[in-house]
Structures are given as C-alpha cells and as structure tokens.
C-alpha cells in the first residue's frame, strides 16, 4: 500500500491569533491556495488561534489540528480542553505525548496512552511523539526506549486503530536544537518502529501507520529525510513559524 506523507507544522506556544492567520494565509499563498496532491498537510496552531486560523483554511484541503487536550469529555479540570471541543473546532489531529509535554510537563506514558485512546473516542486522530534522549542514545538505549513508549502509550489499542494512528518519531536531542537524525539513522529508528508495530499488529497494520520524522527539519534536509523509504513526513516546529519556509518542505521532492 502506498502511504501518503502526512506533513504537519506545531506552532507551539507561539503566534497571536493575527501572527497565526498572517501566517496561514502567507502558507496558502505559497502554495497557490490549496494543499498540494500527493501528501496531506496539516497546522496545529496554539488553541488560542484553531478558529482563526480554521477560517483561513477551510476548503483547502490543509487540516488543522491541536498539539494537547486532556482525556476526558467534560468535567472540573481547570485550563484543560477537552477532545470533543477540538472536534467541535473541526481539529482532525491531536498532538499527544510530544518531548515537550514530558519532560516539561511530566507526562507519563499511562496519562498518554489515556489521550491516544480518548483521542480514538472523540473522532480524533493521535500523533504519538516518542523519541529517546541523548543520553539514552549514547548509551545504545534509542531503541528500547522508544519501544517502551510505544507498548505503553499503544496499550489497549485494536489494530483497527493503530491502523489509523500517526506515529512521530523525534529524537529528543534534535528537537529545536538545529542537530538533525542522519537520513540513514532516522530510516533505521522508523524501520525498528515498524518491524515492531508488525510483530505486534501484524505487517498488512504496520505498513500502513504513518510515521512521520521530527526533530530540525528545515528546507534544505526534508528531501533527503523523505527520500527514507520508512519516512513518511514530518513534525515540524520552528521551520513551521514561516511561510516560506514551511512551503517548502511541504513541497519537498521525494525521488
Ligand atoms: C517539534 O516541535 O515537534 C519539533 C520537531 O521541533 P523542531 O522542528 O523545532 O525541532
């Protein structure tokens, strides 16, 4: 089955709700209005800018999504969204487990696997960030570590879902740092990923799960990443803040 590339900008905490529509407007302009064939293309502005920037996008074709929510529908949890409010946005992705929120925030794989089943409930489609430290590569330890996070943060999934689910793999050390993964090591890291979903889910699930790269991609690395036969997009933070920029690799040429 042919997969096709999922190429997302997280906005972080950055933008106003002017900068955000500023931004996706400048996005759409550049890419002559609509998303280009071949690869879905998808902008998770803080909550602050979903509507305004909904309104930028909408009959596009580019999505938009959230980058956390809280997994539950409704109740005494003060500051937190919920998943049926970015349904109600028209957010069709969500953001969970992202290095940020772990190791800022102290999130958990248990509260994690909790958003990726609620995110299934409400409608919406999980982006799973794993992704090891420095540390733990130095050590040889990438891949156990991201397999912990993936058996836990997938637990109790059927393989219906995990069918559907976005996986990002990103390399804590090359989040924001302008250090990128080696096309050849991000290719191994995605294969180990996907001989691991195949072990668990069967080969026919895992060759369709999307698994995108994130960790410093810029115009002048994406091609050379998408080229991977394992990369199927990519996760992109501070490139994603400019137009131009982000234009770019959405347009990145695959061989
Ligand atoms: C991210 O935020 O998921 C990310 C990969 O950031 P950056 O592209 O800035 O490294």
């Known amino acids: 089955m042919t997969r096709t590339p999922l190429i997302a900008a997280n ?36 909550f602050t800018a979903i509507m305004a920037v909904r309104e930028v996008l909408a009959d596009t074709g580019i999505l938009w999504g959230a980058q956390n929510m809280y997994p539950r529908p409704k109740g005494a949890f003060t ?42 409930e409400f409608g919406l489609v999980p982006i799973l960030a794993v992704g090891e430290k420095l540390e733990h590569r130095q050590a040889g330890l990438e891949e156990a570590v991201v397999e912990e996070q993936l058996a ?66 810029k115009p002048n690395n994406v091609d050379d990443l998408m080229a991977q036969p394992d990369i199927d997009g990519a996760l992109v933070g501070g490139a994603s803040l400019d137009a131009d920029q982000f234009a770019r690799i959405v347009q990145f040429q695959a061989p």
């Open 11 to 46: 906005w972080k905490m950055h933008k106003t709700v002017a900068e955000a529509v500023q931004t996706a407007r400048g996005l759409l302009e550049r890419l002559g209005g609509r998303a280009p064939d071949g690869r879905t293309v998808l902008i998770c502005p803080p």
């Open 152 to 217: 836990k943060g997938l637990m109790g999934l059927s393989a219906e879902q995990v069918r559907r689910l976005v996986i990002a793999y990103e390399p804590v050390w090359a989040i924001g740092t302008g250090e990128t993964a080696s096309p050849d090591d991000a290719q191994a890291m995605h294969a180990f990923i996907r001989r691991w979903l195949s072990a668990r889910y069967g080969e026919e699930t895992a060759q369709e799960v999307i698994i995108q790269y994130g960790g410093s991609v």
């Open 79 to 120: 500051g937190e969204i919920s998943p049926p409010m970015l349904a109600d946005l028209g957010c069709t992705h969500v953001i969970v487990g992202h290095s940020e929120r772990r190791h800022i925030f102290g999130e958990g794989n248990q509260l994690i696997n909790e958003k990726v089943r609620a995110a299934f």
